[in-house]
């Protein structure tokens, strides 16, 4: 069971951070990774970090925006955002999955939270 806050309504250049709490299960062991989903749009690869949190991948489009990380001790793994932009706006998920492999594919993801909507103001 993932789930997600610290989603909401921002301002163009603004920042937020979320954060996706694992209950039930340890994920410490496991890949997770933040996707995105904008209405009309399919599901995006945003961030992914590895168990250790030692290795990190980002989209193209958040890549020097947006920073994930997790806390082990916590079952948590956040993302920050700085400088959003109004094309950030969509419902944000976090996911887990055994390894990074694949890791830009959803499908491949084993557990979902039920997402978090983040809207950025012009």
């Known amino acids: 069971h993932l789930v997600e806050s610290g989603g909401g309504l921002v301002q163009a250049g603004g920042s937020l951070r979320l954060s996706c709490t694992a209950s039930?299960?340890?994920?410490?062991?496991?890949?997770m990774a933040w996707f995105r989903q904008a209405p009309g749009k399919e599901r995006e690869f945003v961030a992914a970090?590895?168990?250790?949190?030692?290795?990190?991948y980002y989209s193209e489009s958040v890549k020097g925006r947006f920073t994930i990380s997790r806390d082990n001790a916590k079952n948590t793994v956040y993302l920050q955002m700085n400088s959003l932009k109004p094309e950030d706006t969509a419902v944000y998920y976090c996911?887990?999955?055994?390894?990074?492999?694949?890791?830009?594919?959803?499908?491949?993801?084993?557990?979902w939270g039920q997402g978090t909507q983040v809207t950025v103001s012009s």
């Open positions: 970090i590895s168990w250790s949190g030692g290795t990190t």
């Open positions: 996911a887990v999955k055994y390894t990074l492999s694949y890791y830009t594919d959803y499908n491949r993801y084993d557990y």
């Open positions: 039930g299960r340890t994920v410490s062991s496991d890949a």
